[in-house]
């Protein structure tokens, strides 16, 4: 039995095919590759800004904080109007949603 240096899979067709296919692949990326746009190069990372910055952040927070104090005066403001005596049907125009479906939210609470 013949001893050889090289191992067993260096000459298998098959490994070659795909070492072949996966260097055409690699230098067709190359040749497609944009070129470094350095001034784009030297701005922050904006993910490193807002990781050190939190700004994101807080106006994610302050935008549902606002978004939670606009649906309690949305839903406070059509409660009140109920009483003051205004129909269904005009508070929904005046929202522009259907009358229906601010009957169906709000008949329990008027």
Known sequence: MESSSEPWWKE???????????CADFQKAIEEA????????????PVTVEFYSGRLRR????ARDRLAKARANYDDTVIQARAA?????????????ARQQLHRRYRDRS
């Not at 049907?89 to 949603?97: F, H, P, R």
């Open 12 to 22: 298998d067709p098959t490994i070659r095919a795909f070492k072949e296919q996966a």
């Open 34 to 45: 944009k070129p470094i746009d350095h001034e784009r190069a030297n701005e922050p990372d």
């Open 85 to 97: 005596g205004m129909s269904w049907g005009e508070i929904a125009t005046l929202l522009g949603v």
């Open 59 to 62: 106006g994610l927070v302050a």
